[in-house]
C-alpha cells in the first residue's frame, strides 16, 4: 500500500500565499511522478502542477506560471507547492497525485491523497 498525506490549505485573501505539502509513504520502490491536481464543484479534476522524480522537470497549467512553484524532496519522498498571489479563481479542493511502481516488476500506479481545500475570499 502506498499513503499519501496532504498538509496545507485553508482560507486566504485575494493577493495571498499558500503552501500545500504532501508525503508518500508505504510500499514504494519507484516514484515516477508526483503533483497537484485541484477541482471545485461541477468541474473535473485537472492538473496544476506535477514534477517527474528523476530529473525534476516540471508542468504548470497555463494559469498558475509565475505564481506556483512546485518542489520535490527526494529524500523525503514530498512534494509542495508555493502557492503566491493566489486568486478567487485558484479556490478548490487541491489533491496530490503520484505514480508510484510498488516493486520492479510493477509498472506506476496512481494514487491519491484525500484532498485539502483552498480558499481564496476577503
Known amino acids: 500500500q502506498v499513503q499519501l498525506v496532504e498538509s496545507g490549505g485553508g482560507l486566504v485573501q485575494p493577493g495571498g500565499s499558500l503552501k500545500l505539502s504532501c508525503a508518500a509513504s508505504?510500499?514504494?520502490?519507484?516514484?515516477?511522478?508526483m503533483g497537484w491536481f485541484r477541482q471545485t464543484p461541477g468541474k473535473e479534476r485537472g492538473s496544476v502542477a506535477v514534477t517527474v522524480w528523476s530529473d525534476g522537470s516540471t508542468y504548470y497549467l497555463d494559469s498558475v506560471k509565475g505564481r506556483f512553484t512546485i518542489s520535490r524532496d527526494n529524500a523525503k519522498n514530498t512534494v509542495s507547492l508555493q502557492m503566491n498571489s493566489l486568486k478567487s479563481e485558484d479556490g478548490a479542493v487541491y489533491f496530490c497525485?503520484?505514480?508510484?511502481?510498488?516493486?520492479?516488476?510493477?509498472?506506476?500506479?496512481?494514487?491519491w491523497g484525500q484532498g485539502t481545500q483552498v480558499t481564496v475570499s476577503s
Open positions: 497525485n503520484a505514480g508510484i511502481s510498488r516493486s520492479a516488476a510493477l509498472g506506476p500506479e496512481n494514487y
Open positions: 508505504g510500499d514504494i520502490f519507484t516514484i515516477h511522478t
